[in-house]
């Protein structure tokens, strides 16, 4: 079977399980001829997407075609064949090799495609296969009908003979067969005492070497003995020279260590004054240690009512995070109406400028139509307003009056009521207002002394407020 770097996605699904109408195999020969390359030729059907994974596998086809004779002759009888499929999962293929994926699935060349099998890796007998193409969850998704491989010039043989020949060639074989299962069990028989006698002479040898291992070993101890005795030997002739040694400069070290006594009980009397001394400390230090005892015993009074104040602190945390919460949901609101009033601020600003637009066309035809009636503008009662100064008024300079004036007025909102951002001077609520609402939102404040935590650092403020305690 073929060597690759990686094996194909296979699973356990039955063949039951599997759907075979959706890769179609195209051009398979009844036979190929062994020792050339097989070019397998496929087409995608409409509605099924190769991907990355998928391979096509040749797989043994039939284990066995039973026939029957009839009459004398050799007839194939197709209600009656049986037929067995050589595999059950998609892990029993021969070889195999990958798909190539096609770059456009809607071009209708792209479903024609087709892989090449070297002949290295194809089966040398002449039973039945046939090609599979599985995808990467190692489901069948098409098969191709039954081949062979066997030379161009093989053909089926046929053989004609009789009943009884048929029943003499049975009975014959069955003698055989009996025979042969007589000398199998004369085999097995030989072979058993054979494999007895073996592991009896195995067993004996074992022995032997075993005894020759302890000789061995027994022969080293004794030698290793003798060298151990005359080395200790001359060890203790050595230590009986230096014990002799030793013992005359004892005698010189038990004068020293009687001066050193003398002298040592002379400290030892210092050293029982002294000891008095530290009892007297160890009293004054007892009635220190009670003294913080009872200093201990308040202060876990305080801190279990620290902790109580800390539970509460808890709670009123939990509260405000709701209530950050329900203020964050408002401000959104709040944020997306601002969008929607800046888009329609938008809108009438652009309305307003063509307007101004419309009055500054309308201001020249009406100079032009005055000019044209010798009237000078300059000279007349009253001034016409520029589009500068908002159109806040009709502009006397038309007979009717200005008929976008009352727009202008009410698109143009009053300078004075619009709220402006301290950052980006933007009118009313901007980013940078809702980002330092959102930041106080978030912050700790210590009760304590006023310190500011951000709200990730909840562990660290609650060790804050606890020093504070102590």
């Not at 494999?195 to 000789?215: G, V």
């Not at 009123?316 to 997306?336: G, V």
Request: aromatic content about 8%; proline content about 3%; glycine content about 4%.
């Amino acid at each position: 079977m073929e060597k690759t770097v990686e094996d194909p996605p296979t699973s356990a699904v039955l063949l039951d399980h599997c759907h075979f109408s959706q890769v179609i195999f195209n051009s398979v020969e009844k036979f190929y001829i062994p020792g050339g390359d097989v070019t397998c030729h496929y087409t995608f059907t409409q509605h099924f997407i190769p991907r990355r994974k998928d391979w096509i596998g040749i797989f043994r086809a039939f284990k066995c075609i039973q026939d029957r004779l009839e009459q004398g002759l050799l007839k194939w009888r197709s209600q009656r064949q049986k037929l067995q499929v050589g595999w059950k999962t998609t892990r029993e293929y021969y070889t195999f090799m990958w798909v190539n994926l096609p770059i456009d699935l809607n071009n209708e060349s792209a479903k024609q495609q087709e892989v090449q099998f070297k002949a290295y890796y194809l089966p040398k007998d002449d039973e039945y296969y046939q090609f599979c193409y599985v995808d990467q969850d190692g489901v069948v998704r098409g098969a191709s009908i039954p081949f062979q491989f066997r030379p161009e010039n093989e053909e089926d043989i046929l053989v004609v003979t009789t009943q009884g020949e048929v029943e003499e060639i049975e009975q014959h074989n069955k003698e055989l067969c009996k025979e042969n299962q007589e000398l199998k069990d004369s085999c097995v028989s030989l072979q058993k005492q054979n494999s007895d006698m073996q592991a009896e002479l195995q067993k004996k040898q074992e022995e032997l070497e075993t005894l020759r291992c302890i000789n061995k070993k027994l022969e080293l101890k004794v030698k290793e003995q003798e060298d151990y005795w005359e080395t200790e030997l001359l060890q203790l002739k050595e230590q009986n020279q230096k014990m002799t040694s030793e013992n005359k400069k004892m005698g010189i070290r038990v004068d020293q260590l009687q001066a050193q006594l003398s002298t040592q009980e002379k400290e030892m009397e210092k050293l029982v004054q002294g000891d008095q001394d530290k009892t007297e400390q160890l009293e004054h230090l007892k009635k220190e240690n009670d003294h913080l005892f009872l200093s201990l015993t308040e202060q876990r009074k305080d801190q279990k009512k620290l902790e109580q104040t800390v539970e509460a602190m808890k709670q009123n945390e939990t509260t405000a995070m709701k209530k950050q919460q329900e203020l964050m949901d408002e401000n959104f609101d709040l944020s997306r109406r601002l969008s929607e009033n800046k888009m329609i601020c938008n809108v009438l600003q652009r309305e307003k400028e063509r307007l101004e637009g419309e009055n500054d066309l309308l201001q020249r035809e009406n100079t032009r139509l005055l000019s044209y009636m010798g009237l000078d503008f300059n000279s007349l009662p009253y001034q016409v307003p520029t589009s500068d100064e908002g159109g806040a008024g009709q502009n006397p300079g038309l007979v009717y009056g200005n008929p976008y004036s009352g727009i202008q007025e009410s698109s143009s909102p009053s300078s004075l009521s619009i709220k402006k951002c301290p950052i980006c001077k933007a009118d009313d609520i901007c980013d940078h207002t809702l980002e330092q609402q959102q930041m106080h939102a978030l912050c700790l404040n210590c009760p304590i002394c006023g310190k500011t935590f951000p709200a990730r650092e909840k562990q660290i403020f609650e060790d804050h407020v606890f020093c504070h305690s102590l």
